[in-house]
């Protein structure tokens, strides 16, 4: 069967067909509203909205020439039906919907994190089942044990800012630019080591939650402190985003092996924007080696939002026995925790 997927979660439009005889991606497209966006210093929902409106047809067509297929032979339609802005999953949804409708085939709504969730398993080395999961992302930090399609539990999660969230927050207090991610990290690469040292947040707690919301914090009081009622230099800028990136990444790197001893397994999925920081990999691949821990990461064009991963999960979950449902009447989850899925 050939499964179209679609992804409008946020602000990236993505377009996928993926072949379940095949067992392969034939084709994805994607366009992200990045540069749209930098000029507000953040998503803007309506905006998003209306992009996800003028990309997914143009996306549709680019996905179909260079998978060599046609509409017709498209046999169900997977998309994403939440967590997300309200907005911008009403017109993937909505889309997904009436070209199933116009089709005559079933559609597959897919949770967003569950797409993330199963991305490594587009690698040409994915994980077996059963293995425990890092989502790490703007929006979400959680430790998942996944022993098969739908079947996901909760061991921890962040009480308040995700990864992500932080990483950006703490990107513009040192007066970086949009996305804040990406720019600190590139930023932390030029600072020196052991120069700050941070908090590492319930680093002690004995479970497998988090908390970064009073990271951002510390960074602002040390850069007061730094400045002296002036500005800081280019080193001084490095040398906080370095100590803010080690932080972060010693509290995922050995939460998440914790995770993975507790539940007695040896491979761990990192997924997710945030899975695709250079250190954090450096990090845990050293560290899980030592541990005999086998880590699977996506290919970084699959670290953040796009179809492909939601053309799998539909396709894998109908392999699995979940039922599609008839196209027509349907409704987005801008709020939907992962642990309710089932196949």
Known sequence: MLVL????????????????GEGCLLAHALHTQVAMHRDYGGVVPELASRDHIRRVVPLLRRALADSGRSLAEVGAVAYTQGPGLAGALLVG??????????LGVPTVPVHHLEGHLLSPLLSKTPPRFPFVALLV??????????????????????????????????????????????????????GRPDVHRLPRPMLGS????????????AVLVLARELAGGGALDAQQQADLARAFQDAIVEV?????????????????????????????RRQLDAR?????????YPELEFCTDNGAMIALAGALRLQAGATAKPAGAFAVRPRWPLAELTV
């Open 252 to 280: 995922l790197v050995r939460k998440s092996l914790r995770a993975v001893k507790e539940c007695g397994l040896q491979q761990l999925v990192v997924a997710g924007g945030v899975g695709a920081n250079r250190e954090l």
């Open 5 to 20: 997927g679609i992804e409008s979660s946020c602000d990236e439009t993505g377009v996928a067909l993926y072949a379940t």
């Open 93 to 102: 949804a909505s889309f997904a919907e009436a070209l199933a409708t116009a």
């Open 206 to 217: 004995g479970d497998l939650d988090f908390s970064f919301s009073g990271l951002k914090t």
């Open 137 to 190: 992302s703007g929006g979400h930090t959680q430790l998942m044990r996944v022993a098969g399609i739908g079947d996901y539990a909760l061991l921890g999660e962040t009480l308040d800012d995700a990864a992500g969230e932080a990483f950006d927050k703490t990107a513009k207090l040192l007066g970086l630019g949009y996305p804040g991610g990406p720019a600190l990290a590139a930023l932390a690469e030029r």
């Open 288 to 296: 899980a080696a030592r541990a005999r821990v086998s880590v699977f």
